[in-house]
């Protein structure tokens, strides 16, 4: 079993920026697909960005481009989410997700193909 935590959620101004945090214990995620979805108030989850092993293979949500950035750093077993130009949009519950299927390259967007899930992280973004 893989246990992921997130963090470094908050709130802060449009424009502003936050880095979060998936922190994973039980087995390394060095060889895992990695993601970071999101859910506001009365929506469904949302993708937000996804990137692979080995390479490091990026790929973001329309909605993410240009401000966000996904990375790992697998020596801590953590996986990052910089965050900037923050809008009142961005505004849910922020969660991490692993794919332990261990396919080199492969970067996935549909929730469906995730198998761990953390509990998810609050980002507040005010106007």
């Known amino acids: 079993q893989v246990q992921l935590v997130e963090s470094g959620g908050g709130l802060v101004q449009a424009g502003g920026s936050l880095r979060l945090s998936c922190a994973a214990s039980?087995?390394?995620?060095?060889?895992?697909?990695m993601g970071w979805f999101r859910q506001a108030p009365g929506k469904e989850r949302e993708f937000v960005a996804s990137?692979?092993?080995?390479?490091?293979?990026?790929v973001y949500a329309d909605s993410a481009k240009g401000r966000f950035t996904i990375s790992r750093d697998n020596a801590k077993n953590t996986m990052y989410l910089q965050m900037n130009s923050l809008k009142p949009e961005d505004t849910a519950l922020y969660y991490c997700?692993?794919?332990?299927?261990?396919?080199?390259?492969?970067?996935?967007?549909?929730?469906?193909?995730?198998?761990?899930w953390g509990q998810g992280t609050q980002v507040t973004v005010s106007s």
């Open positions: 039980g087995r390394t995620l060095s060889r895992y697909t």
């Open positions: 997700a692993a794919d332990d299927r261990i396919i080199p390259g492969y970067v996935g967007r549909r929730s469906t193909e995730y198998d761990f």
């Open positions: 990137i692979s092993w080995p390479s490091g293979n990026t």
